[in-house]
């Protein structure tokens, strides 16, 4: 089952990071899926940081960058994948 979790901001191609808009609280180890017009993909999260300070969690309301494996396109919609 996929939750949505927020929506990308703005990708920054040299560091491969997204500034994502989130809706749902994400943390470390979390399996997320980017989707978008052009974008499909999953990744587990491996690194989170709030005003360039990580964190492990990261909350409803709030702006993160977060690590990528790929690239990442304005407005693409991020979802946090259960497994239960």
Not at 72 to 78: G, Q
């Amino acid at each position: 089952m996929e939750i949505l979790a927020g929506r990308a901001r703005k990708y920054y191609r040299k560091i491969s990071v997204a500034s994502i808009e989130v809706c749902e609280s994400l943390k470390l180890g979390d399996v997320i899926h980017i989707k978008g017009h052009v974008t499909d993909f999953d990744q587990e999260i491996r690194s989170i940081e709030i005003c360039n300070v990580s964190v492990r969690e990261v909350g409803k309301g709030q702006t993160a960058g977060i690590k990528m494996t790929d690239y990442v396109r304005k407005n693409d919609l991020i979802y946090r994948v259960d497994n239960t």
